[in-house]
């Protein structure tokens, strides 16, 4: 009997990401949520600008790459296309939170029947270690070399507070994915949120609070600790929106 | 026999794409082609389709982006200062060899501008839509039937060649008002095997994607591209020749630039000047073919433009400068008058008869 | 007894799954190295194992395939 195996919903290539990087298991996660729900044939993926840019080649299911921010707006292409295909996002801080901050508000304003997994490491990864929206107060990163200064480069935006405030976002929840215990939470929650969009249920978004080893300058090991230390006292786990829990 | 009805341009584009099959439609209000958008709001819900006001052009475009790599059929319309705002979806869609169909209704530029008619987005639809090597098939319609057929046709060549085509309309056409007879087009079915439609189980997983590391295979694109383009080009530059036969000054003129110097042809023959009339209907592919066979008895051209001098450049490469080429424009909104254009034909009938 | 396999040469040496072992067995193999030049995991005693998955549950690589009888 198979305890653990790689889902189906992952393809054999091997992952770009650097040792480590939880982008590798937030992937497993996707991939297990969209064969526990059956939808591999009619998933269609939208992968956004960062590490993850590649993503078309890690999951199974027709995929599109969009423009830098745009992912939402391309994932309401497709979803307007065929309602009955499963399509989801896949985004970085910078992707969702900077350029596309836009799109996203405005793709959980409209409550489109999408799944966002928004995956937070407070860097931007891909182009060496910048400064994103979600960096914490006296973070140094490659542009904000002395720490982030919230005088002159301002606060960091937290995601799932701000979109609770539409009414037509769905369901909304941080996550994170360093330790055994948040692995098993998140997955529920992607997993919901793949099944609302099954269930017709609107807009749903998943923060996943993730590490970045490399640009962070640590261990993998210590990166998960400092998720515990700094980013969730900042980004405080939980559900920040779920329509249809109230509805009982 | 399709009815004859009064509508306007921008609204003629818009039906006409419904009966091209199109059940996507993107956009956002700026002046001068509000008017698609408002249409389309009022008909797609009634056929089941798709209108949605975007939060931008740049959602907009991305939107459209999303449509078609399903295989749909997809558009969007804007006017110069938010078809900049597309220029990053434009390169994508090249990238990713997607069809798509996009109107530029231009206004006075550069910058917020002006309201009223220009045609100083020529550069920027036939070379500078976005970064990349790629092109665009420029369709400019002279009349509200051909804002109608022009989008017919976009929808039609877009699929064919998987490209995105534009439909560059003058303010003008946007909005005057003219009879059009709108009769939907035979709709031939292009195959998509790599539109994502979900993978069923039965195949492997389709990418749209515009990404290619490897330079070698990047290269390998562009040039397959270009090769496609070539084909473009032998077989979609299209013109009307009005008067050319045995014309010594030939004009060149796209969109009411056109019309009005019909008007300034015709009054020139009665003062017995031999002068003729090329319409560029495709910007690009332009018809370079038409300027090179009019270049072989006129020894003068003129190009009238609502700008400061785009499609001049065209005119003097279609036939490698072997003749002169003098301008007639306005620019930030104004449109040339027939008498203008009649004054430059004189001028120049008083040069070559000197 | 539960059995754990590793593709070995997909490890990245990150460390997480050695970390996450309840039952400490799991050990980056200092004396060896994959076709990606990466200390790969390796397990020290599989019959101390108790198929708990944490280890395949920290991999970002899925390199750990974990059956049971």
């Known amino acids: 009997m198979t ?88 985004q970085g801080d910078g992707d969702l939170a900077s350029i596309g901050t836009c799109e996203t508000v405005h793709s959980a304003a409209r409550g489109e029947n999408i799944t966002i997994i928004f995956v937070n490491n407070a860097i931007y990864g891909m182009t060496g270690g910048q400064m994103a929206p979600t960096s914490l107060p006296g973070q140094i990163t490659q542009t904000s070399p002395y720490g982030r200064d919230v005088a002159t480069q301002g606060y960091p935006i937290k995601m799932c507070e701000m979109l609770s405030q539409l009414d037509g976002a769905s369901y909304l929840e941080r996550v994170a994915v360093n330790s055994v215990k948040n692995v098993r939470n998140a997955k529920k929650a992607i997993l919901k ?8 249920k609107g807009f749903s978004l998943i923060e996943v609070i993730s590490t970045c080893p490399t640009n962070w300058g640590m261990t993998p090991e210590k990166a998960l600790a400092w998720v515990d230390e700094k980013m969730i006292p900042y980004y405080p786990l939980g559900v920040y929106k779920d329509k249809y829990a109230e509805v009982q | 026999m399709a009815e004859k009805v009064l509508m306007k341009g921008n609204e ?171 009769e939907a087009p035979e709709l031939v079915k292009y195959e998509k095997p790599w539109a994502l439609t979900g993978t069923d189980g039965k195949r492997p997983h389709n990418i749209v994607n515009s990404l290619f590391l490897v330079p070698e295979d990047l290269e390998k694109m562009n040039f397959a591209r270009y ?32 019309r009005v110097s019909k008007n300034a042809i015709l009054a020139a023959r009665e003062r017995g000047i031999k002068v003729g009339l090329i319409r560029p209907i495709t910007l690009w592919p332009f018809p370079k073919a038409n300027i090179a066979a009019a270049a072989a008895h006129a020894k003068h051209f003129v190009s009238v433009e609502l700008s400061m001098g785009q499609m001049i450049e065209d005119v003097r490469l279609a036939m490698d400068c072997a ?29 070559i008869h000197a | 007894m539960p059995k754990l396999t590793f593709q070995t040469d997909l490890c990245k040496g990150c460390g997480l799954c050695v970390a996450a072992c309840p039952k400490k067995i799991l050990v980056l193999a200092s004396d060896k190295i994959n076709k990606k030049g990466h200390h790969p995991v390796e397990i020290t005693d599989q019959t101390k194992c108790i198929a708990c998955a944490f280890c395949a549950t920290m991999c970002p690589d899925c390199i750990i395939t974990i059956e049971k009888d």
């Open chain 1, 3 to 90: 305890v653990f195996a790689k889902p189906k919903s992952l393809t054999d290539a091997p992952l770009h990401y650097c040792p480590g990087c939880t982008h590798g298991i937030i992937h497993r996660l996707v991939a297990e949520a969209i064969d526990e729900l059956g939808i591999e044939g009619r998933t269609i993926g939208v992968a956004s600008v960062g590490c993850s840019v590649m993503a078309y080649n890690y999951f199974t299911v027709d995929m599109v790459q969009a423009a830098h921010g745009r992912a939402p707006a391309v994932a309401t292409g497709v979803k307007r296309s065929d309602p009955s295909k499963i399509v989801f996002t896949y």
């Open chain 1, 193 to 200: 949120a793949f099944r609302n969009q099954v269930e017709g």
């Open chain 2, 12 to 182: 003629a584009i818009a039906e006409a794409a419904i009966l091209a099959g199109c059940r996507h439609y993107f956009g956002y209000p700026i002046t001068p082609q509000t008017e698609v958008a408002a249409y389309m709001a009022k008909r797609m819900p009634k056929i089941g389709g798709t209108f949605l006001q975007a939060e931008s052009e740049i959602a907009a475009i991305n939107m459209v982006i999303g449509v078609a790599s399903t295989g749909k059929r997809a558009m969007t319309s804007s006017s110069s200062p938010g078809i900049s705002l597309k220029c990053e979806g434009l390169s994508y869609l090249a990238g990713c060899d997607l069809p798509a169909l996009v109107v530029n209704v231009e206004r006075g530029g550069p910058g917020l501008g002006g309201i009223q008619p220009s045609q100083s987005d020529y550069f920027q639809a036939t070379r500078g839509s976005g970064h990349g090597d790629f092109h665009m098939i420029v369709l400019a319609p002279a009349s509200v039937q051909e804002m109608a057929s022009l989008t017919m046709k976009g929808f039609d060549l877009a699929d064919k060649y998987r490209m995105t085509s534009m439909i560059l309309a003058d303010g003008t056409m946007g909005q005057m008002m003219e009879p059009v007879i709108l």
């Open chain 2, 227 to 258: 090769e496609r383009y070539r084909t473009v080009e032998e077989n979609e530059a299209a013109a009307e020749e009005f008067m050319m036969e045995d014309a010594e000054i030939a004009v060149v003129a796209f969109g009411v630039a056109a």
């Open chain 2, 323 to 351: 003749r002169p080429v003098s301008l007639v424009n306005r620019a930030g909104g104004m449109i040339p008058s027939p008498d203008e254009v009649l004054a430059e034909i004189e001028k120049i009938q008083g040069g």
